[in-house]
């Protein structure tokens, strides 16, 4: 019974942790720490050097799941070290897809050709086509709007 617990535990932060990115996203990397975001909208031939502003954020997240796995080990409540893990899931996830698949910041894959990869590939690239914190959209990464499947031509203003 605490395997399978454990398990969905993670699993379930895992998906949670989805929402927390898009709400990070729109409303503290677009809001109030836009200082720190505002590098990742620049244009490649802008940036200089490897590291970027928005790379900080990565701290950000790792404090909550350092933290969980801390008490989830020091304390009687394991459940907390599966929720760290959880986090930790869900930052290599979107460190592969973002940083490695999305943005080539590493090369060690480059081309994955599925529907679902080409539509998180289309709904990242209109979320960058905006160089402000303003009007932006498609601020999740796992979950994406149906459009996103279709080609851009086929996109309507409304959906």
Not at 56 to 81: D, K
């Amino acid at each position: 019974m605490s395997f399978l617990f454990y398990t969905l535990v993670t699993l379930i932060t895992v998906l949670i942790m989805e929402f927390v990115a898009w709400f990070a996203h729109k409303y503290v990397m677009h809001g109030w720490l836009w200082n720190w975001h505002e590098d990742h909208h620049k244009p490649k031939h802008e940036k200089k050097g490897f590291f970027e502003k928005n790379d900080l954020f990565f701290l950000v997240f790792a404090i909550p799941s350092a933290s969980a796995y801390i008490l989830g080990s020091a304390t009687p409540h394991l459940w907390l070290f599966f929720v760290g893990i959880g986090i930790s899931i869900y930052g290599l996830i979107y460190f592969l897809i973002h940083d490695v698949y999305i943005h080539q910041r590493f090369h060690w894959f480059r081309q994955l050709d599925t529907k679902y990869s080409r539509a998180i590939l289309r709904a990242h690239g209109s979320h960058h086509t905006k160089h402000t914190k303003e009007d932006c959209e498609s601020f999740g990464l796992l979950i994406v709007n149906p459009k996103y499947f279709q080609k851009r031509k086929n996109w309507s203003k409304e959906g």
